[in-house]
């Protein structure tokens, strides 16, 4: 498939309703060199509902590879961009994703719950804001886990907001209800700055990560920054 903007595998606009046991295997890529991608995803392109917040995605896969080429944002396995939502759950990513910034396995940018997905896809980006299960954050993941490799630059963002790369969240959002809960991460996170085994990047020094563990030697660190003393995350080993 050809995609430039708001493309999906299955639905490029979800404006309500459900998107059910749905699968993906088409590859995705931009319609042409000079194309900028934004809010591309496997299953649904973006998501949203600002009148009764009815748009959810639940036990779809997709297992296609979404190349978002050197400039695409918001690209994600199941979806590109999630908000107004009650959220994604039972999702899984099995392809390779990439682009620039905002990557995520399952979502690129979501400000709504995901909950009980996994990614087992490599998920690449040339700059900030990648993650394993969500590039970028500002609610809760819940009970995910990811095995991919996940790979990416970090910077300093806005007024020198930290913007990472994280097995499971890339950037987590926590000064606005941002959280880590019961993930698991065992792929390896690379990253010149803001790299975390389970998050890149915190905006706020406050406890947004709980019951969470990565395999040793996945990172450097568990949260790239902004770790709190009340942080819940930890290395295993096997």
């Known amino acids: 498939m050809k995609a430039e903007w708001n493309c999906g595998g299955v639905v490029a606009y979800l404006a309500g309703g ?5 699968v993906n ?14 809010y591309v995803g496997g299953v649904v392109g973006y998501m949203t509902n600002y009148t009764d917040n009815s748009a959810v995605i639940i036990g779809c896969r997709n297992e296609g590879s979404i190349d978002g080429g050197t400039t695409g ?6 979806v590109g961009g999630a908000s107004n939502s009650p959220g994604i759950s039972n999702c899984a990513n099995t392809g390779n994703i990439s682009g620039k910034a905002s990557i995520g396995g399952i979502a690129a940018t979501a ?3 995901i909950t009980a997905c996994y990614n087992t896809g490599k998920i690449t980006g040339a700059s900030s804001k990648i993650g394993g299960i969500v590039g970028y954050s500002s609610s809760k993941v819940t009970n995910c886990y990811n095995t991919g490799a996940v790979a ?13 790369v994280g097995g499971s969240a890339g950037q987590l959002y926590n000064s606005s209800n941002g959280a880590v809960a019961a993930c698991l991460n065992s792929g390896t996170v690379t990253s010149e700055i803001y790299g975390g085994a389970l998050v890149g990047s915190k905006n706020a020094v406050a406890a947004a990560v709980s019951g ?18 009340d942080d819940e995350a930890s290395f295993y080993f096997c």
């Open 18 to 22: 459900r998107v059910e046991n749905c």
């Open 212 to 229: 969470s563990y990565a395999l040793a030697g996945s990172c450097t660190a568990t949260i790239g920054s902004y770790a709190a003393d």
């Open 25 to 38: 295997r088409m590859n995705i890529t931009p319609r042409s060199e000079s194309i900028y991608l934004y």
């Open 152 to 164: 990416g630059a970090g910077k300093a963002g806005y007024k020198g907001v930290p913007e990472g």
């Open 73 to 78: 944002e918001n690209v994600g396995g199941v």
């Open 111 to 113: 400000s709504i719950p």
